[in-house]
């Protein structure tokens, strides 16, 4: 039982023009690629857009410039938004991670019956701790 699935050539060439040789060569990728995705012709292009005097020539290029510009602009916005995400994501998870302890340490003696002025004092007895390490 054969569980992979095997590609099927998409074009073969003939073998006159291969080279004569006996097995079939298939068309690479770039060439399969063309065939499927023709180049548009600028002067195609330009001579479909003029029709008549008064009608000033475009080149494809000029045509979409401010397209194109503003395609860049949103990439690099959003790639500099991405690594500002990554940044704020590697500060946020510390941070998170400590309020966490906090609040679970002040739970806790709040569970033990301690009053507030005694968390106060155990909050800052912890803050001490903290600084006098680092």
């Not at 992979?4 to 023009?17: D, G, I």
């Not at 004569?20 to 023709?38: L, Q, S, Y």
């Not at 979409?64 to 790639?79: F, L, P, Q």
């Amino acid at each position: 039982m054969d569980l992979f699935l095997k590609h099927a050539p998409c074009t073969q060439v003939p073998a006159s023009a291969s080279g004569g040789g006996n097995a079939p060569r298939t068309k690479g990728r770039r060439a399969a690629r063309k065939e499927r995705f023709p180049q548009v012709d600028v002067g195609e292009f330009e001579r479909a857009a003029s029709g008549g005097e008064g009608v000033q020539r475009l080149a494809a290029a000029e045509a979409y410039a401010a397209e194109r510009a503003y395609d860049v602009k949103r990439m690099r916005r959003g790639a500099l938004l991405g690594v500002l995400r990554a940044v704020l994501l590697a500060l946020a998870v510390p941070v998170l991670v400590a309020a966490v302890f906090v609040a679970s340490y002040a739970l806790t003696c709040i569970l033990d019956g301690a009053t507030p002025e005694e968390l106060m004092d155990a909050l800052a007895a912890l803050f001490d701790r903290i600084c006098s390490i680092a």
